[in-house]
């Protein structure tokens, strides 16, 4: 084959073969560090030879050695394989260092039992990395806002988001302070809050007000509540809970420090089953940035 042609992106694995026998100054030590076979390797210089047109290795019994055209192509092949070697070397010392921004939206709930636990090990693990999360009730779309990945409720996720369980299961309580249920009698059933004084939650992307959800044996009930508080936050519900305004429902875990301290009573406990956790969702395993893939391990390792 004349020299002249345009030589295939192969030819590099051949370059590389003739470079590292011309600077070993032979077939063995080059076949040991190359892992191939001596064989193997005479036949690549050989075709190495064939396309180009003239001979660039020497050959007798005792030695190797560059011909006149080798040593012109080592003279140039050299630096270019330092240089690619280089390169490589780069990448990989960047997809070992991770860095750059993981951006979270995650409602403060979510951040609390996901994120919390495992940021000050990830902040040392990787201290060129930046965390940024958003705290929002609402769902956000993750690509327009630039987001990596969020935080939510498995119940709540889109179809085709890719979900990964962060979180052991939840309960909801219903509470209410001793005060308030000094006043009125304590709900035996559900539908028993419609004569209480329901604190609600208003669902941002929703628009409307959440309906409480119970469950109990083979008995279901969203019952949708009135009453003269209405939050976005609830942290907020829990307080007003507290300060004895009425009857909120909240996650178990935010309200038993409450109820170890007596401030706050549960009722319907009996209505309130486990159900599935918080999930960390993002769009597509093809776009894991390395400090989103950072992350999950992390927290699979939790």
Known sequence: MQSDKTISRGVLDDLSAFAAVARTRSFSRA????????SMLSYTIKRLENRL???????????????????TLLLTLGPALDAIEGALGDLSRIRDCISGTLRIT?????YEAVIRPVLSDFCATYPDATVEVIIDYAFRDLVSGRF???????????QDMVALPVGAALRMAVVASPAYLSQHRAPATPEDLQHHRC???????????YSWEFENGARKLKV???????????????????????????????????????????????????FAG???YYPSRKQVSPVLAAFLTLLRAR
């Open 53 to 71: 047109g003239y001979p660039l290795l020497r050959r007798t019994s005792r030695s190797v050695a560059p011909t006149a055209e080798g040593q």
């Open 224 to 274: 949708a509540l009135s009453g003269p508080l209405t939050f976005n936050e609830p942290e907020l519900m829990l307080q007003a809970a507290i300060d004895g305004l009425g009857v909120a429902y909240v996650l178990e875990h935010e309200a038993a420090p409450h109820i170890e301290t007596g401030s706050l009573v549960r009722v319907l406990d009996n209505w309130c089953p486990p």
């Open 106 to 110: 995650a409602t403060r709930q979510g």
């Open 148 to 158: 990596d990945a969020g935080i939510r409720l498995g119940e709540k996720l889109e």
């Open 278 to 280: 918080f999930f960390l």
């Open 31 to 38: 076949a040991a560090e190359l892992n191939v076979s001596n």
């Open 199 to 209: 604190i609600n939650y208003r669902m941002e992307s929703a628009g409307s007000l």
